[in-house]
C-alpha cells in the first residue's frame, strides 16, 4: 500500500523560507507513469493545488505562486521537497502531498499524505 | 484560470437519504473531473475520477455523472460515515493548472 509522509518544521517565522519533504513509501518515486505534488489547506478554508514533480524533475507550478515556489525530488531517498520563499501569515495552513496518476494524458490525486500544519508566526 | 463552483454550500440530509452536490466549471473540463471526500482532521480521499468512475474501494452508493461544465456528485441512502466536505477538483490542462472547488459540507438533518 502506497504511503505518504509530510515532514518539517511546524513553525516559520515571517520573511522566511518554509521546506517540507514527502517521503513515498510503498512504491518508487520513479514509476514511470506518475507526478507527485503538493496542495494547501489554510485553516477552515479550501484546497489550493501548490505544483507538481516528475522524478526526472520536470516541475509544473500554480501560477500564482510560481515566484515563491520550489519543487524537487530526490530518487535515491524517494523523496520530494516543498520549498516556499518570503513566507507571510497567508501561508499558514496544512500543506499535503500527493501522488498524481494519469487518467488519459490528463492526472488527478490518487493518494494523499496526512497533512502537516505549517504555522507562519514570529 | 478554470473556476469551480460549488453548490450548496452546505446540505443538511437524513441519514437513509439522498444527497445531490453539484459542481460548475467555469468553462468545459471535458470529464476531466474528480470528487473528493475530507473528514474532519484527515486528509482528501479519492472517491471519483474521470466524471463517474469510482476509485478503487468506494462503495458503489457514490455516484458520479456529468460533462463538460456541469457535474453532480450523488449519494444514495446516506450513511453516518457520508457525512463530511466534498469537493470537486478539475484537471483539464496540460501543462496542468488544477483547481478545485470551495467543498459542499454534508450535515446530518
Known amino acids: 500500500q502506497l504511503q505518504l509522509q509530510e515532514s518539517g518544521p511546524g513553525l516559520v517565522k515571517p520573511s522566511e523560507t518554509l521546506s517540507l519533504t514527502c517521503t513515498v513509501s510503498?512504491?518508487?518515486?520513479?514509476?514511470?507513469?506518475?507526478?507527485w505534488g503538493w496542495i494547501r489547506q489554510p485553516p477552515g478554508k479550501g484546497l489550493e493545488w501548490i505544483g507538481s514533480?516528475?522524478?526526472?524533475?520536470?516541475?509544473y507550478y500554480n501560477p500564482s505562486l510560481t515566484s515563491r515556489v520550489t519543487i524537487s525530488v530526490d530518487t535515491s531517498k524517494n523523496q520530494f521537497s516543498l520549498n516556499v520563499s518570503s513566507v507571510t501569515a497567508a501561508d499558514t495552513a496544512l500543506y499535503y502531498c500527493?501522488?498524481?496518476?494519469?487518467?488519459?494524458?490528463?492526472?488527478?490525486?490518487?493518494?494523499w499524505g496526512q497533512g502537516i500544519l505549517v504555522t507562519v508566526s514570529s | 484560470e478554470i473556476v469551480m463552483t460549488q453548490s450548496p454550500a452546505t446540505l443538511s440530509v437524513s441519514p437513509g437519504e439522498r444527497a445531490t452536490l453539484s459542481c460548475r466549471a467555469s468553462?468545459?473540463?471535458?470529464?476531466?473531473l474528480a470528487w473528493y471526500q475530507q473528514k474532519p482532521g484527515q486528509a482528501p480521499r479519492l472517491l471519483i475520477y474521470?466524471?463517474?468512475t469510482r476509485a478503487t474501494g468506494i462503495p458503489a452508493r457514490f455516484s458520479g455523472s456529468g460533462s463538460g461544465t456541469e457535474f453532480t456528485l450523488t449519494i444514495s441512502s446516506l450513511q453516518s460515515a457520508d457525512f463530511a466536505v466534498y469537493y470537486c477538483?478539475?484537471?483539464?490542462?496540460?501543462?496542468?493548472?488544477?483547481?478545485f472547488g470551495q467543498g459542499t459540507k454534508l450535515e446530518i438533518k
Open positions: 500527493a501522488r498524481l496518476t494519469p487518467g488519459g494524458f490528463l492526472f488527478y490525486f490518487d493518494y
Open positions: 510503498g512504491g518508487s518515486i520513479s514509476s514511470t507513469y506518475y507526478y
Open positions: 514533480i516528475y522524478h526526472s524533475g520536470s516541475t
Open positions: 468553462q468545459s473540463v471535458s470529464s476531466n
Open positions: 474521470g466524471a463517474s
Open positions: 477538483q478539475q484537471y483539464n490542462n496540460w501543462p496542468p493548472v488544477y483547481t
